[in-house]
């Protein structure tokens, strides 16, 4: 099918209709794909939040079947432009209804197009499915020379079935990381200033400190600043979120963090997103602490919240293992898929 690539600004309120058009294309998309429960597509406001950002160039193509003017596919770029500045990453969808004529194919020549002229050496892209039902995207990006990089598991936490036991063994977790010099904080929706230069270790650590499979993924490049820009602009895209950190108290340093937040368009859904600890303080069990205490505050802030979602790289087995002991259930993957040399 002969089809139309409309450039837009994602973060242009004159290009809205565009922009609700593409996340309406991704919604069908991950609708067909994973299901009512497992296709959760960011929101019109996040996608505008994230092109507003200062540290990402995005560009972004609606695909129009050349006929009818009706929106069938989309595609996105992202150029990291503080750190990470050999990579491209892609996104890319096909109405599931339109799929197998060739318009997967042409989004994904304008998308090679601009990789190419990036002059960037790496463009990475990702596939998802359900436990049992994969739906062979993976071919697609196979056939188009790409290679699997790293294979994340996706899971479901159930807070009523999981909540009370976790916050009756709440105690006993505090005691024991006390009693190894170690105490928690939470903050909803930000943390006060004079932590934003200890986050941004954290997130510089969280670039690198993690298993990255085959990725050609180099440190990211935080400092308070962009901890402030990021964390503002969340806010603004209606997200709210629960950050636990887990401080050493004889040195007063940060040893670990984890966020998980809450988009406005689905309040009974949350993701649990970075969590780390630190090489030097691993092996003392903070990273069930710091999970732990941040969901348990999470029922008590977002009552509405119904399940928390997570993805794991599959050799990541401390944190699937910790995942398991909250009630964690696999449902899914998402693959990474990696092409070098334009
Ligand atoms: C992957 C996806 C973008 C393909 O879009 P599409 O418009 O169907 O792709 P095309 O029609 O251009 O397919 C070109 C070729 O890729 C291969 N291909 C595409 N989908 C395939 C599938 N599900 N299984 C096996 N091969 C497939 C075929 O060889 C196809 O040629 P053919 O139809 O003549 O056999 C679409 O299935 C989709 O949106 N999937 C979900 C999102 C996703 O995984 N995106 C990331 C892709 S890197």
Same mark, same amino acid.
């Given at each position: 099918? /002969?089809?139309? $690539? ?11 209709? @565009?922009?609700?058009? !593409? ?12 299901? /009512? ?37 989309? &595609? &996105?770029?992202?150029? /990291? ?26 989004? $994904?020549? *304008?998308?090679?197009?601009? *990789? ?64 190894? +010099?170690?105490?928690?904080?939470? !903050?909803?929706? &930000?943390?006060?200033?004079? *932590? ?16 990255? =499979? ?10 308070? #600043? ?27 340093? %940060? ?16 993701? @649990? ?6 090489? #030097?303080?691993? =092996?003392?069990? $903070? &990273?069930?602490? %710091? ?19 997570? !993805? ?19 449902? +899914?993957?998402?693959?990474? *898929? @990696?092409?070098?040399?334009?």
């Amino acid at each position: 099918m /002969p089809v139309d $690539l409309v450039s837009f600004d994602a973060a242009d309120p004159h290009d809205e209709e @565009q922009l609700v058009a !593409w996340v309406e294309v991704w919604s069908r998309s991950l609708l067909h794909d994973l299901g /009512p429960e497992q296709g959760s597509p960011w929101s019109v406001a996040e996608i505008r939040a994230q092109s507003m950002s200062p540290n990402y160039r995005r560009e972004t193509v609606l695909a129009v079947d050349r006929a009818s003017g009706e929106p069938v596919g989309l &595609g &996105g770029i992202s150029l /990291p432009l503080r750190d990470n500045t050999h990579l491209v990453t892609l996104r890319l969808q096909v109405d599931p209804a339109h799929r197998r004529q060739g318009i997967g194919s042409q989004i $994904l020549e *304008w998308a090679h197009g601009r *990789w190419r002229d990036s002059g960037r050496p790496t463009i990475l892209c990702e596939t998802a499915w359900n436990v049992g039902n994969d739906d062979g995207s993976g071919e697609f990006a196979r056939l188009n020379g790409y290679a699997a990089a790293q294979t994340t598991v996706r899971s479901d936490q159930l807070l009523a079935e999981t909540v009370p036991s976790i916050r009756a063994g709440l105690p006993a977790i505090v005691e024991q990381i006390g009693a190894a +010099g170690y105490d928690t904080l939470t !903050w909803v929706d &930000g943390s006060p200033e004079e *932590w934003f230069e200890q986050r941004a270790f954290l997130a510089r650590r969280m670039s690198t400190d993690i298993p990255l =499979g085959e990725l050609d993924m180099a440190e990211e490049d935080w400092d308070a #600043e962009r901890i402030r820009e990021e964390d503002r602009l969340t806010r603004e895209s209606g997200r709210r979120f629960v950050d636990t950190v887990v401080r050493h108290r004889d040195s007063g340093q %940060l040893a670990g963090y984890t966020r998980i937040a809450v988009s406005a368009e689905t309040p009974h859904l949350a993701y @649990q997103l970075d969590t780390l600890v630190i090489r #030097e303080h691993r =092996g003392i069990r $903070l &990273g069930r602490a %710091l999970k732990a205490v941040n969901v348990v505050r999470l029922a008590d802030e977002l009552p509405g919240v119904q399940r928390v979602r997570t !993805w794991n790289a599959e050799e990541n087995s401390h944190m699937i293992a910790v995942n398991s002991e909250l009630g964690y259930e696999p449902t +899914g993957y998402l693959r990474e *898929w @990696q092409r070098r040399g334009g």
